[in-house]
C-alpha cells in the first residue's frame, strides 16, 4: 500500500483546500510517483502527493495532488498517466486494479490512439480486401495472360477498385489510388491463386460477379484485341460465375469441359 504523508501547504484556492481538508474521495496524503505525459506528448516523473478524484467534465477524472516538484496543486488527467509507482519505487500494475482498489474508482486506461501510418496502413487493408471480393485477381490474370500488362489494362482495373472501394463508403485519395496502382502492376497471381479467386466469388451476389466478367473483358478489350489466352480465361470465369460462355457460337452446357 502505498504511504501517506502530509505535504507542505501549498497557495491553493479555497474550494481547493476545501477538497484536501475534507480528503476527497478519501485517498488523501497518498505519496505516488506519476510517470505523466502532457499534452505535447512529454513524459516526466511528478512526485505528487495525491489529496482527492476529480471528475472531468469531459468525463475523464482527474488526480488532484500536490506536486512536488511544482511546489503547488496540480491535476492529472487519468488518459495521460502512463505509470504510477509508490513511495518505495514499486510500480502499481496494472493501473485499472490501482484505480479500483485504491482509489475506488473505476476507470480502465483507453487503448492508444493508432498513428497515421498505423490507420493508413488499416485503410489500404481494407481497399486490398474490397478489391479481392471484387474479383481484381481474376481482372490481373486476364491482363497477365498475354505476357504484358499495359497501362490501359492497369486504369481499367483501378477504376474498378475505386468505384468498388466508393459503393462501401471509401472515397479513396490521391496517395491511396497511386498505392493501388502500383500494387496492381506488382500482382502476378499463379494459376491457384486464381482458382481460389473464383472459388470466393461464386458465393458473391450476381451483380457483383457479371462486373467481374465485364471488368475483365475490358482488360482483354482495351488494346483492341482479345488474344486468345485472355479470351480463354475469361470463358472459364463466366462459365464458373454465371454458367455461360463468353466464346462466339458456343453455347454452354453443363457438360463442357
Given amino acids: 500500500m502505498p504511504r501517506r504523508t502530509q505535504p507542505p501547504r501549498p497557495n491553493a484556492p479555497s474550494s481547493e483546500r476545501a477538497d484536501r481538508s475534507s480528503g476527497g474521495s478519501g485517498v488523501g496524503g497518498l505519496l505516488l510517483v506519476i510517470e505523466y505525459q502532457d499534452a505535447a506528448g512529454r ?8 489529496w482527492s478524484v476529480k471528475p472531468g467534465r469531459d468525463g475523464i477524472p482527474r488526480l488532484l495532488g500536490y506536486s512536488h516538484d511544482r511546489d503547488d ?3 492529472f488527467r487519468l488518459d495521460r498517466i502512463v505509470s504510477i509507482a509508490d513511495a518505495d519505487g514499486v510500480l502499481q500494475e496494472p493501473l485499472d486494479a490501482f484505480y479500483r482498489e485504491v482509489l475506488g474508482l473505476s476507470w480502465q486506461q483507453p487503448p492508444p490512439a493508432a498513428s497515421g501510418d ?3 496502413g488499416e485503410r489500404l487493408a481494407v481497399i486490398r480486401r474490397v478489391a479481392r471480393e471484387n474479383g481484381l485477381m481474376l481482372a490481373v490474370s486476364v491482363a497477365r495472360a498475354d505476357l504484358q500488362m499495359s497501362g490501359e489494362e492497369v486504369m481499367i482495373m483501378l477504376d474498378h477498385v475505386t468505384a468498388c472501394c466508393a459503393a ?3 472515397d479513396l485519395n490521391p496517395d491511396e489510388i ?3 496502382r502500383q500494387w496492381i502492376r506488382r500482382m502476378r497471381p499463379s494459376a491457384d491463386a486464381a ?8 458465393a458473391a451476389a450476381l451483380a457483383t460477379r457479371k462486373r467481374v466478367i465485364e471488368v475483365c473483358l475490358a482488360v482483354a478489350d482495351s488494346d483492341g484485341f482479345r488474344h486468345h489466352r485472355e479470351l480463354a480465361l475469361i470463358d472459364e470465369f463466366s462459365r464458373a460465375l454465371l454458367g455461360e460462355s463468353v466464346l462466339p457460337n458456343r453455347p454452354f452446357t453443363p457438360d463442357d469441359s
Avoid: D, Y
Avoid at 43 to 50: A, E, H, I, S
Avoid at 195 to 202: D, G, I, K, W
Fill in 168 to 170: 462501401q463508403g471509401i
Fill in 195 to 202: 482458382r481460389t479467386s473464383l472459388h470466393e466469388l461464386e
Fill in 178 to 180: 497511386e498505392r493501388a
Fill in 43 to 50: 513524459r516526466q516523473f511528478r512526485p505528487v502527493t495525491l
Fill in 73 to 75: 496543486l496540480r491535476s
Fill in 118 to 120: 498505423e490507420r493508413g
